[in-house]
């Protein structure tokens, strides 16, 4: 069995495709598969990607049916032990693969790396707390205090784990990761964290999360907060004893979203928030916790406006 199993969705990257590709091929440790997943890409992309076929590499094409549903279908076609995902305007260092399997267990169900992050010729490192072999609540625990949290691409999968769990992205909406990677950890029983910045993170003009006109904000928003919800009660009905970190972490989320609403549509994701008992979910455990649960069910707009 090939070990490793690298997941490159793409849709009209050709101006970073090759670097990512490059990036990829260049490891120094040999036992592994690129699934490129063409998501309908009206680019050069499809012709930068044939330049690259070899046995090495699978070359999927489908029609547009976006991220998610790109993802998904590399994990479908995926042969590895494990899965790690690249997004196709991102890459990683040379030495990537060699850190990984030695800080790799057999029996792990996620490692997680650290991310630098790329804009122009600014570098920006994230360093975190190694951790090793901790149940996913308690990784969570940890993780949720750094700041790539929920992005797939900072983590590697078992996909015998992900198939047992029958996990799958969204398909059709924004923020596909938050709507998935906190139930993954949740349902983990070994998470590991190295202190290795591996995987860099390109933020470019036009990629799918950069900011764009006022109905897409909206659809993120509510995308969000529908993830919420759903979030919400798979937590409550697979682990109602280790619950409020996750339900926390993700009401957070929800809440921070809504600062970007016009006035209208903030009464109609504040109703949501309240209809579904998100507003409680806070952590409320010392004073100022307390006071912030309190704020925000009192006048949540208020206390965006205090937050920034």
């Not at 590399?74 to 060699?98: C, H, M, P, R, Y």
């Not at 609540?137 to 205090?145: G, L, N």
């Not at 993954?184 to 950069?210: C, E, F, P, Q, W």
């Not at 919420?228 to 009660?233: H, V, Y």
Request: glycine share 4%.
């Amino acid at each position: 069995m090939i070990k490793y199993s690298f997941i490159v969705p793409v849709y009209n990257t050709e101006k970073y495709l090759k670097k990512c590709l490059d990036s990829i091929l260049k490891q120094k440790i040999k036992d592994y598969e690129i699934i490129v997943v063409n998501d309908g890409s009206t680019d050069n992309s499809e012709k930068i990607i044939k330049g690259y076929l070899t046995k090495k590499l699978k070359y999927i094409y489908q029609k547009n049916e976006g991220l998610s549903s790109a993802r998904n279908t590399g994990v479908l076609n995926a042969t590895g032990k494990f899965l790690i995902f690249v997004d196709s305007d991102d890459f990683i260092d040379q030495d990537f693969l060699e850190v990984i399997d030695k800080n790799l267990k057999e029996d792990i169900d996620v490692l997680r790396y650290q991310i630098k992050e790329i804009y122009n010729n600014d570098v920006i490192e994230y360093h975190e707390k190694e951790f090793n072999n901790l149940t996913g609540y308690d990784a969570f625990s940890i993780i949720c205090k750094y700041h790539f949290v929920e992005n797939s691409w900072a983590y590697v999968y078992n996909r015998k784990f992900w198939l047992n769990n029958n996990f799958a992205f969204t398909k059709g909406i924004y923020h596909e990761d938050f709507a998935l990677t906190p139930l993954i950890l949740m349902k983990a029983k070994s998470v590991s964290s190295i202190d290795y910045l591996g995987y860099n993170y390109a933020i470019r003009k036009g990629s799918i999360m950069s900011k764009g006109d006022y109905e897409k904000e909206k659809k993120k928003c509510f995308d969000v907060i529908n993830a919420t919800i759903r979030m919400k009660k798979e937590i409550l009905n697979y682990n109602p004893q280790n619950k409020e970190l996750f339900l926390s972490f993700i009401a957070n989320c929800a809440i921070e979203k809504a600062r970007v609403l016009n006035k209208e549509d903030f009464k109609k994701y504040q109703k949501i928030l309240k209809e579904n008992g998100i507003l409680n979910d806070i952590i409320a455990n010392n004073i100022v916790r307390k006071l912030k649960k309190i704020i925000i069910n009192l006048n949540l707009k208020f206390y965006l406006k205090l937050k920034k």
